[in-house]
């Protein structure tokens, strides 16, 4: 089964400062990657995800991740966060082909003004 | 996209009753799913919820404690059977689209303390 680390659990920045999230999946197979955002008292939404392709994603409100392979990693980043930001970061992984969604563990984020 | 309304929104009960979630979908999806979000924790599958077949749980799961009721594609309900302090969580119904690669929806949770 796959499993998914997320480390830094509680990030606090400035605005303008640039965010990086770490992810980490254990899963020697194919997998499809998701980061997703839940806003305070807001439900999850995604971020962005990574099927194939192109292993630089680019997300909603300019964060980005990068997959690589080698080293079982899809980190998110964002080079300018803003007090809007603030919000609980989630990486999760599936198995291509079972549709079951592993999640870490989280990282709440917040953006001081 | 899919929109999923969960009721309760939040709910305080008392310890030995139990509770029932309902989730309700705005479109036909085959694969439901029902997560758990403990404070600090991240979310755990609990249950895959089939329309036309047994809901499959996961390893520490049971259908005893989870009852879950799938009687068409646009609706679920989990119930929380004899609910004891630890269960207090954030219950979460999710959904995906029956096709490979595809992104699951959640709906806003149900927020349980047991008392």
């Known amino acids: 089964a796959q499993s998914v680390s997320q480390h830094n659990h509680h990030v606090i920045l400035s605005e303008a400062a640039s965010l990086e999230l770490g992810c980490n999946y254990s899963?020697?197979?194919?997998?499809?990657l998701f980061w997703y955002v839940q806003y305070p008292g807001q439900h999850l939404q995604l971020l962005l995800k990574?099927?194939?392709?192109?292993?630089l994603v680019k997300g909603i409100k300019g964060f980005e991740a990068e997959f690589i392979k080698s080293k079982f990693s899809f980190n998110l980043r964002k080079p300018s966060v803003q007090w809007s930001d603030t919000a609980e970061y989630f990486c999760a992984v599936n198995a291509r082909g079972n549709n079951r969604l592993a999640f870490g563990k989280g990282n709440q984020v917040v953006v001081i003004p | 996209s899919a929109v999923i309304s969960q009721k309760p929104s939040r709910d305080i009960c008392q310890r030995g009753t139990s509770l029932t979630i309902q989730c309700q979908v705005d479109?036909?999806?085959?694969?439901m799913f029902w997560y758990r979000q403990q404070p600090g924790q991240s979310l755990t599958l609990i249950a895959t919820?089939?329309?036309?077949?047994?809901?499959?749980?996961e390893s520490g799961f049971v259908i005893d404690k989870f009852p879950i009721s799938r009687p068409n594609l646009t609706f679920s309900t989990l119930t929380v059977s004899n609910m004891s302090p630890e269960d207090s969580s954030i219950y979460l119904c999710?959904?995906?689209?029956?096709?490979?690669?595809?992104?699951?929806?959640f709906g806003q949770g149900t927020r349980l303390t047991v008392v």
């Open positions: 899963y020697g197979g194919t997998v499809n």
């Open positions: 919820a089939n329309q036309g077949s047994e809901a499959t749980y």
């Open positions: 990574y099927f194939s392709g192109d292993p």
């Open positions: 479109s036909q999806v085959t694969m």
């Open positions: 999710s959904v995906r689209e029956d096709s490979l690669n595809t992104e699951a929806f």
